[in-house]
């Protein structure tokens, strides 16, 4: 786990968020970049670059990518130009499932 904190800790990472409806159409996209506060073998967290508050996703070291050191990416939301990442995630987000039993 300690090279897993060398790693990530103190890195930039850049985070797409896809929210979907029941039907599967989308209900939102949000893209939030912060940097790595602490990492378990389940979670992420990072301080949002935005509002300065914690935020976290699962770890799931498939869905880091290495971010382009040359690159500079543009939110969709703001404009906002962000440079220096060091690695990207994107995640897709399903609404619960209604239960049958209910």
């Known amino acids: 786990m300690s090279d897993l904190k ?57 869905n880091l990518e290495p971010g382009d050191p040359e690159a500079v990416y543009k939110l969709k939301s703001n404009g906002e130009a962000i440079e220096s990442v060091d690695f990207i995630s994107s995640w897709t987000i399903h609404p619960p499932k209604e239960s049958e039993n209910l």
């Open 6 to 62: 060398e790693k990530y800790i103190g890195k930039h990472i850049l985070i797409g968020l896809t929210y979907l409806n029941k039907d599967e159409s989308l209900k939102e996209r949000i893209q939030l970049h912060g940097i790595i506060k602490t990492i378990s073998e389940n979670t992420i967290v990072f301080k949002r670059c935005d509002n300065g508050q914690d935020f976290s996703i699962p770890f799931d070291e498939e």
